[in-house]
Every structure is written in C-alpha cells, then in structure tokens.
C-alpha cells in the first residue's frame, strides 16, 4: 500500500492556459475525492467519484474545472482558462467502500498551482 | 447540513507544555469526527477519529481527543508538547450515511516555542 499520489506537486502556469493534473488513490479504493485548499483555508470539497462514476459536483466546481475517472482506479482533474483565483493546493483523497477504514479519507500531498 | 467550528487560527504553546485545539461542529445527524494534521506543503494526515463507541479517542503522536455530545465539541489535546508538533491541524465533520462528503475547519496553526 503506497497511499494516494499525486502529480506534478507543483504547477506553475500563466492565465488562460489550460493544466491537467493526476491522483492515483489508494489500489481497490472505490470512492476517491477532490478537494482545493486556499491559503488559510481548510481543504473544500469539489467532487466525488465511486469506481468511474462522478456521484457530486460541489458548485465550486466551474464549467472551466472537468474530472475524470475512466477505468475507476487513477483521476485526472482539468482546469482550462485559468484565472489566478485558481491558485491554490489541489488534494486527492481515497477511501474505500468496503472495509473497517471505510468512513476515513487518505489523502495525497497535494498539487499547489500557480497561476500568474 | 454540517459545519466546523476552530476556535484560534493560531496557538503557540512552550515545549512540554499541554496542547489545547478547540473545535466545535454542528451536524443534523449524528456525526463522525476527524483530526488531521498538515505539515507545510503536504497533504493531509489523519491523526484520529470518533465514529462510534467510546467517546476518549486516542490517536498517532500521542494525540487524543474526546466527544462531548451535549457541547457539541471535539477538542484535541496532547500532556507535553515536542517541536515537531508545531504544524497545522484541521478538525473536520462527516455523517455515517452515503459517501461521507467531509467538512473541515479553517485549521488552527499550532507554535512550539522552545
């Protein structure tokens, strides 16, 4: 079990590019989430997945941000035309649906974007 | 609807002194509690949990916790505090029914001074 991983940890871009990034939850974790954290924030929930199928949209989630989970095991999340208000720490977090740990969340380190 | 309450964005304590975080919820069902801790540029990192059953919860690091149903409070302590304490900690807020969308505080900034 390596925990939840994520990729790039850091993404630097310029306003109104477009940037993908990859969580790779925790092997046979059904359920995996996506989460942003501001600076002096607490981590906000912006979708859900169980397997392959997005369960939730929070309405943080603008038509500009799209996730996927194709096969139900890694997700991408894109953001296109970004603004500098989509700077922030991207968190990925897995749990799995059937197991004594199925009500705690793991998450991963995070992708901090900047966008300038 | 479920919300968290941390009183104290910021703590600073000496070392092996006691560790106080103040969190209060309110949740409309009865709620399952969560610490984590965050060290800079990191992710998240459960340090216990209340869901059911004995309401003192001991967790990682010497870190506990205890739910007191009728103050609606989750507060996390530690007896003596050590320098690799000093972190971030998020006190957050989940049901017991369908995926567990989890709520967090706006964290509280724990200072370990010498």
């Known amino acids: 079990d390596t925990g939840v991983s994520q990729d790039p940890r850091h993404k630097i871009t310029k306003r109104g590019q477009n940037v993908t990034f990859r969580c790779d939850p925790i092997?046979?974790?059904?359920?995996l989430y996506w989460y942003r954290q501001t600076l002096g924030q607490g981590p906000e929930f912006l979708t859900y997945?169980?397997?392959?199928?997005?369960?939730?949209k929070s309405r943080l989630l603008s038509d500009r941000f799209s996730a996927e989970r194709p096969k139900g095991s890694f997700s991408t999340l894109e953001i296109q035309r970004t603004e500098q208000g989509d700077s922030a720490m991207y968190l990925c977090?897995?749990?799995?649906?059937?197991?004594?740990?199925?009500?705690?969340?793991?998450f991963g380190p995070g992708t901090r974007l900047t966008v300038l | 609807a479920q919300s968290v309450t941390q009183l104290g964005s910021h703590v600073s304590v000496s070392e092996g002194a006691l560790v106080l975080l103040r969190c209060n919820y309110s949740s409309s069902v009865p709620p399952y509690l969560f610490w984590y801790v965050q060290y800079p540029n990191q992710g998240l990192q459960l340090l216990l949990k209340y869901t059911t059953g004995a309401t003192l919860v001991k967790g990682i690091n010497g870190f506990e916790a205890e739910f007191k149903k009728s103050e609606t409070s989750f507060h996390l302590t530690k007896p003596s505090a050590h320098m690799s304490d000093a972190a971030e900690y998020f006190c957050?807020?989940?049901?017991?029914?369908?995926?567990?969308?989890?709520?967090f505080g706006t964290g509280t900034k724990l200072q370990v001074i010498p």
């Open positions: 957050a807020v989940t049901n017991s029914g369908g995926y567990q969308k989890v709520t």
């Open positions: 977090a897995s749990s799995s649906l059937v197991s004594s740990s199925s009500d705690t969340q793991y």
């Open positions: 997945f169980q397997n392959e199928a997005q369960l939730e």
């Open positions: 092997s046979e974790h059904n359920r």
